[in-house]
């Protein structure tokens, strides 16, 4: 297959002012009929290619006149007419069989429910038509289904008719005023159960709000239906952007390639990003179903009023979005935790991506497959580099430039250079350099030294910054990078920061910009030398390397009055430590210093944080993935010895403040979903993780009881999981109480799934071998291919990386079957074996085998071939 490069794109040669849609619902064959207005952009007859894959061609009309085979040609992936008038009307009549949709792309069933997927190049799989983002379109639907199997009749906009028809059937009519691209149509059919509320915005209109559901799981959508309210609220507040239909729809399926999709009006969900249940959810799960309805419901003006002139410019709504999401989820919880958990996954997920064959710019140049970046890079790494926009223009002229990017781009289809054009009009200031971010794949490093001089009191910070190479990129220009820092005094007071050559202004945090490959900035007028507080925030998604000693990390632990530094300095004690423990490992016994255990007793002891999440956060190693990045060959056996002794010895030797710590946040825990009772829980579960596994034999009963006693899920789950990971009396039993009692839950047996999947033993291949076996285990399904796949080959490292290749085989064997099912879940689970450079020659080699057999197989889908094929590369 061959590359798509965004150097290629050209308009398109013809606009449509109106599509009428026409379905006829049926299973195995449904018809559609698109009538679509045509005007040629020449004003003269144009020869038009339209989209289409697994389409079954009825006839075609243009102007009432059904053209002849010699009139049209029509080849996998599209038709094309020839000569078609400066302005017509063209009538496609095509059919499609939704049942053996399987790849879950244009018209699909889930659980008996119709529904579409057309983001990314799904339309094409409903009808022929011009299937790209800056085609835009008024939309008219019409659809007819069966009364009994489908009460429910769904698409974007408003309502307008519908009735009775003969035979059993009804129709529903639906018009969307807003021009959109097709990617952001959707059709829901299907016998769902509502759950209905509404929203008075700012300006007095009311919105009428309604969830769809199985009506088993209706019951779990009020949480969903609160994280809406208040995400329209908030984008009033924050931004002035008022939602601007009077009606907005999500619908939840179970059946769904990724977490939702932003249709215009009609937003559709995976169910694990829409119900939520203190009995069968996690506090992670309510937060993040919060996360994603706010991000989908922003997404109405980052991504469906201002939209992307074609799919390279991806991170123009999504990177924007996220942040926005972000930034809802800041000011509804806490900001630091927030920060934090954003700051992990950047760092354990994008920067491993940045940082192997897979890397590639937040605007990538050329895709085989575009649903293949849908990724951290362009999401996370993309919501990072409107986030330094924000730092470096501050909070008001960025608001500033939002208003104006909206302004003059209402309603139409634009460029990453479009965004950051606005920013630049409002702030005068100049973004040329800072445009590299967009263009440039790789994860920065920063250096940074200090030099105290006392006869002066001044401190200088020389910085130098460089990005590695990336495939296809060898040479990398400086970036402009916006460093956040103050100075923490001897005495752990925040000290005012006067640059040389300026006046005094008492801030005590201030913005530091690199744009050039060394810089240097001295501060004046201190007494002594202070402790540099460097990158607070995690002002810019680089890799920071200085010159901080141990006892300056424990120093800004202790005083920083920037959280998130304060949580930074005991991850790099704890980083530091570990990464010495693996690299001498097997020969010495691998023991956590005594400096950082007090540290975190003294936060145990609650002295210094309120915030039960911060100190749960700020005692957590940090992950897997964050300090394999730190090796330069990963040892899989010795990382697994190393944190599990680490964490044994925490357990132990804390054992008094963790019990404390563990009875207090009980006594908090009110059972709510109140940011403090979840933080509660977070502190207690992270307690009880240390307690048990420091003695097992001692803490284990403590779990069985919160697993027996608890009704909450998050209770329960963090209960079980540590009993499943020692492997003592108790895990297989409750293993099976817990299938036994949530069997009808599938996203609660999706958990039982993970959980499993994740226990990180030796055994696992076999484990999930066998679970694979389970009644409940189906390919068909992408959330559970993903709880039990997903989980073992990301989260699982010493079972998935077993000597004998055993887990690398039984991942190569599953892609290759769901590849001709599903290639856009087989491509994401492939993306592990990406990282086979990371690992000892023995298991590189096994690694690469699998990739070469994958890529071997015939007919594999453009999805897994780009994967596979880079990987290699
Ligand atoms: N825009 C969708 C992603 C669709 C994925 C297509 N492969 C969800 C989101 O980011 O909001
Ligand atoms: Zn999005």
Same mark, same amino acid.
């Given at each position: 297959p061959e590359p798509i490069r965004l150097a290629d794109y050209r308009p398109p040669v013809c606009e449509f002012e109106e599509i009428s849609l026409d379905f006829v619902l049926d299973p195995d064959v449904t018809t559609v009929t698109s009538r679509l207005k045509v005007k040629t952009r020449s004003g003269a007859p144009e020869t038009l290619a339209l989209d289409g894959r697994e389409l079954t061609l009825k006839s075609i009309k243009i102007d009432d006149r059904p053209l002849g085979r010699d009139e049209f040609q029509v080849d996998r992936e599209h038709l094309t007419l020839i000569d078609v008038p400066s302005t017509c009307l063209i009538e496609i009549v095509t059919t499609i069989a939704p049942r053996l949709n399987s790849a879950l792309m244009g018209l699909y069933l889930s659980n008996g429910i119709y529904c579409t997927q057309c983001e990314a190049e799904g339309f094409r799989r409903i009808t022929y038509f011009l299937d790209r983002p800056d085609v835009m379109t008024r939309y008219k639907v019409r659809i007819e289904a069966d009364l009994a199997s489908c009460p429910v009749l769904l698409s974007n906009g408003n309502p307008v008719g519908g009735g009775k028809l003969a035979n059993g059937r009804h129709f529903a009519l639906w018009e969307d005023p807003f021009r959109k691209p097709a990617y952001l149509f959707a059709l829901v059919a299907g016998d769902l159960a509502c759950l209905e509320d509404h929203h008075v915005t700012r300006s007095g209109r009311r919105v009428a709000l309604k969830l769809y559901a199985d009506s088993a799981a209706i019951d779990q959508c009020a949480h969903a239906m609160d994280s809406l309210k208040r995400s329209m609220r908030w984008d009033e507040d924050a931004y002035g952007l008022e939602y601007d239909l009077d009606l907005f729809q999500i619908v939840g399926v179970g059946d769904f390639n990724f977490g939702a999709m932003e249709n215009k009006g009609l937003n559709i969900f995976n169910t694990s990003a829409l119900l939520a249940r203190t009995d069968t959810s996690t506090d992670g799960d309510f937060q993040q179903v919060e996360r994603i309805v706010a991000h989908e419901y922003f997404h109405?003006?980052?991504?469906?009023?201002v939209t992307c002139r074609d799919w390279f410019q991806l991170t123009l709504k999504e990177g924007l979005t996220v942040f926005r999401d972000q930034q809802f989820s800041s000011d509804m919880h806490s900001a630091a935790v927030k920060r934090i958990a954003d700051v992990m996954l950047l760092r354990e997920t994008q920067f491993a991506e940045d940082a192997g064959p897979l890397a590639h710019p937040?605007?990538?140049? &050329?895709? %085989?497959?575009? *649903? *293949?970046?849908?990724?951290r890079t362009v999401y996370e790494k993309g919501a990072e580099v409107v986030r330094m926009l924000h730092t470096l223009l501050g909070a008001e002229l960025f608001r500033k430039g939002i208003d104006l990017y909206f302004a003059r781009h209402d309603g139409s289809a634009v460029t990453c250079e479009d965004f950051v054009q606005a920013m630049a009009d409002v702030s005068g200031r100049d973004l040329r350099r800072f445009m590299r971010w967009y263009s440039q794949a790789g994860t920065p490093e920063v250096r940074v030294t200090r030099e105290f001089d006392s006869s002066t009191g001044s401190l200088t910070l020389e910085f130098t910054q460089s990005t590695p190479p990336t495939p296809g990129q060898q040479a990398k220009l400086p970036l402009h990078i916006p460093i956040r820092v103050g100075l923490v005094g001897r005495d752990g007071q925040a000290l005012p920061l006067q640059l040389a050559g300026e006046n005094a202004k008492g801030e005590t945090a201030r913005v530091l910009e690199l744009t050039e490959e060394r810089q240097s900035f001295t501060f004046v007028g201190l007494d002594a030398a202070p402790v540099p507080s460097i990158l607070r925030g995690f002002s810019a998604p680089v890799r920071l390397r200085s010159d901080l000693t141990k006892d300056d990390l424990l120093h800004l632990l202790k005083h920083d009055e920037d959280a998130f530094n304060r949580w930074e300095a005991a991850q790099s004690l704890a980083a530091e430590a570990i990464v010495q423990a693996i690299r001498m490992s097997p020969q010495r016994q691998p023991v956590p210093d005594a400096d950082l255990i007090q540290a975190y007793s003294r936060l145990l002891e609650g002295s210094i944080e309120q915030d039960h999440a911060f100190v749960a956060r700020t005692l957590s190693l940090p992950g897997r993935s964050f300090i394999a990045?730190?090796? &330069?060959?990963?040892d899989v056996d010795a990382m697994h010895r190393v944190f599990k002794t680490f964490q044994e010895t925490i357990g132990r030797e804390l054992e008094a403040p963790l019990l404390a710590a563990y009875r207090s946040m009980a006594r908090i825990d009110d059972g709510s979903t109140r940011t403090a009772a979840m933080a509660a829980r977070t502190l207690k579960n992270a307690a009880l993780a240390y307690l048990v596994i420091g003695q097992p034999a001692k803490f284990e009963p403590l779990a069985v009881s919160q697993y027996r006693q608890s009704s909450m899920m998050t209770d329960r789950l963090s209960a079980l999981r540590i009993l499943a990971e020692i492997d003592g009396a108790a895990g297989a039993s409750l293993l099976e109480d817990f299938y036994g009692r949530w069997q009808n839950e599938p996203l609660v047996v999706n958990k039982w799934f993970a959980l499993q999947a994740g226990?990180?033993?030796?055994?696992s291949p076999e484990r999930v071998e066998a679970l694979m076996q389970?009644?409940?285990?189906? #390919?068909?399904n992408p959330n559970r291919v993903r709880a039990l796949l997903g989980t073992f080959s990301m989260a699982n490292l010493i079972g998935f990386h077993r000597e004998d290749g055993a887990g690398y085989r039984l991942l190569a064997d599953k892609v290759i079957e769901l590849d001709s099912k599903n290639a856009q879940v087989a491509a994401r689970l492939l993306t592990t074996f990406g990282r086979w450079r990371r690992f000892d020659l023995h298991r590189q080699q096994m690694m690469k085998s699998q990739l070469e057999r994958i890529l071997a %197989?015939?007919? #594999? &889908?453009r999805d897994s071939y780009e994967i596979a094929s880079k990987s290699l590369g």
């Open positions: 109405n003006w980052s991504g469906d009023r937040i605007r990538p140049e &050329s895709y %085989v497959e575009i *649903n *293949n970046f849908y990724t990045q730190q090796l &330069s060959v990963i226990i990180e033993d030796y055994k389970h009644p409940a285990f189906t #390919l068909a %197989v015939p007919g #594999l &889908s």
